[in-house]
């Protein structure tokens, strides 16, 4: 049984392909457009997703039947937004023959409001049966886009040009019931081209555009969080419409950002401050209204943008008011068109929830035709400049030279989906290199020096390091735990200022070869962990192909980049 999600709209588009058996998933594959496009958080239809899907199944275009194609853009309906792309978008569709994907020509295609895409994304894998799940975003969907017979219309405010931006459900033995939604509307402001609201997620994309002229930088509004001092504040529109009425000069570039005046710098880590501070004290009120609502439940799923706030979700498992917190690996809108398809299967009951295990779990879901599996044989000839090797034992090979301070480029099997590396598309490191977040920032990554570098660590290993319970579980590096006082000195390099680091905890059957890795690694240095970075430059999406891998060794300063169980090194190996 096939189903197709397609994610369209302003940013993050994207295509998933669903296949199930017996009313379970057996096979996932997410296409982004930005790994494509190379263009970061590329929106619009995803032309070029589909255009891989294609190349991958090649009788798809026959056998998908036209109402198992679910369709979703934040704010809008879909159909709108292919309607006002005009003429040049349908002959597009024409062209390639998307047609089954496009609310132009498939009546049979079904709308999935946003925040329920959002919901069942989380359903692929979840270790619970039974949960409270917290949808948190910057915008999802128009109450007047709502189809009139959606299960979640009693809960619609009656203004339908208000938009949903927090959606509460249960999870009961596998299905999902909508609790309650929040509403929110655009407050006009003295900059024509920052609007804001009570909105969560916009908060931070307002501060991102006040600190770095960008509305997607809300991690950095995060990070930079910890370098300020928060103002108490109970109106944030009111709060930013006076930033906006005032605004700071801005820095494009990481160089002119380190070295601005310490007074401007400052006074952007007191904004960034004062956004965390209330958004982690608005969710934490919401969680405990909840708790006392449904005592019963113990478990905690978050999925939405906001859900990328690892500070927020150490906070909550450090308070203890759930026992166990799942965020998936793509919460933000990358995870759109696999929710949409999921939701649109279980609408037709053809999908039926079972939890999945945190051995199981995996964010490699990128595209097959850039598998290294099904690449290696071009190693040789696209890396013919450099020398090329092929190790006997490549874990062994590697931790030797990570363990004396080389940085490497590590390529393995499908890309992750979502916005962290997590052993698939990564950069690694000592994390005990005093100098190695400078060497990272200064020649390889050119992020700004206040931002930190997160650390897979070896999942049974973890509480030595971090200040958690032996059994916790970060699989998807959504979590910034308290690195423990003994070990903050030593590991300067993933340790942010204020204390914490956002892990990856890795078990051996989630990725046998980097755990291997890890483990060689510990046995020359005592640290079963290591910095892990997203492979990319700031600025430009994760590495997807073998031609971007080609494309950057050869722009970066790294001397040694894995490709599969080839190495290939700048001079003699």
């Not at 099904?374 to 006997?392: A, M």
Request: glycine content about 6%; aromatic content about 10%.
């Amino acid at each position: 049984m096939n189903y197709l999600g397609v994610n369209i709209g302003g940013h993050d588009s994207s295509v998933c392909h669903l296949e199930l058996h017996n009313k379970h998933i057996t096979d996932v594959n997410i296409y982004l457009s930005e790994r494509i496009t190379k263009v970061k958080h590329q929106g619009n239809f995803p032309y070029h997703g589909l255009g891989h899907l294609y190349r991958e199944n090649a009788n798809l275009q026959n056998d998908l039947q036209p109402d198992h194609v679910a369709t979703n853009s934040f704010r809008f309906h879909p159909y709108q937004l292919e309607k006002d792309w005009g003429e040049h978008h349908r002959d597009l569709i024409e062209l390639r023959g998307f047609h089954k994907a496009s609310t132009l020509f498939n009546d049979k295609l079904n709308f999935i409001t946003h925040h329920l895409c959002h919901a069942y994304s989380a359903l692929f894998q979840c270790p619970f049966s039974t949960a409270l799940l917290i949808v948190s975003d910057g915008t999802g969907n128009q109450v007047r886009n709502f189809p009139q017979d959606h299960d979640e219309k009693h809960l619609l405010s009656s203004d339908s040009d208000d938009f949903e931006y927090l959606s509460v459900y249960l999870l009961q033995d596998g299905k999902l019931t909508a609790v309650e939604k929040f509403f929110m509307k655009y407050t006009p402001t003295a900059s024509d081209k920052i609007l804001v609201s009570q909105g969560l997620g916009v908060l931070f994309e307002t501060a991102g555009r006040l600190i770095f002229d960008d509305w997607t930088t809300a991690g950095k509004v995060m990070g930079l969080a910890h370098y300020g001092t928060p103002e108490n504040i109970s109106d944030p529109v009111t709060y930013l419409q006076k930033k906006i009425e005032n605004p700071f000069k801005t820095y494009k570039s990481k160089k002119d950002f380190d070295n601005q005046p310490h007074i401007e710098f400052n006074e952007k880590a007191d904004l960034g401050a004062t956004i965390q501070t209330y958004f982690e004290e608005k969710m934490l009120e919401l969680l405990k209204k909840y708790k006392c609502h449904f005592p019963e439940i113990d478990n905690l799923i978050l999925v939405g943008g906001c859900a990328l706030n690892c500070l927020l979700n150490a906070r909550i498992v450090r308070e203890k008011l759930y026992s166990q917190v799942f965020i998936p690996p793509f919460p933000n809108d990358e995870g759109i068109a696999l929710g949409g398809a999921i939701a649109l299967a279980a609408k037709k009951n053809d999908f039926k929830f079972r939890p999945t295990s945190y051995s199981e779990m995996t964010a490699a879901l990128g595209s097959r035709l850039h598998d290294t599996h099904t690449n290696e044989l071009k190693v040789v000839t696209l890396f013919s400049d450099y020398t090329v090797t092929r190790p006997s034992n490549l874990p062994e090979y590697i931790a030797e030279k990570l363990s004396n301070h080389e940085i490497i480029a590590w390529i393995q099997g499908r890309s992750e989906v979502g916005p962290r590396a997590l052993g698939h598309r990564s950069i690694l490191a000592r994390p005990d290199s005093p100098d190695m977040k400078q060497r990272l920032n200064d020649t390889i990554k050119f992020r700004e020096a206040f931002r930190p570098y997160g650390a897979t660590v070896i999942q049974e290993e973890v509480s030595t390091f971090f200040d958690v319970a032996a059994d916790y579980q970060s699989p998807f590096m959504t979590f910034s735990p308290q690195v423990k006082d003994e070990w903050k000195g030593k590991l300067k390099s993933i340790t942010h200022v204020d204390g914490s680091s956002r892990i990856q905890t890795l078990m051996r059957e989630q990725n046998t070869i980097y755990y291997d890795l890890l483990r060689s690694f510990q046995a020359r240095t005592g640290l079963p962990i290591l910095l892990n970075t997203s492979l990319n430059i700031m600025g430009q999406p994760i590495l997807e192909s073998i031609d971007d891998a080609v494309k950057f060794f050869k722009e970066s300063n790294i001397r040694t980049m894995v490709y599969g169980s080839f190495v290939i090194t700048k001079g003699p190996a």
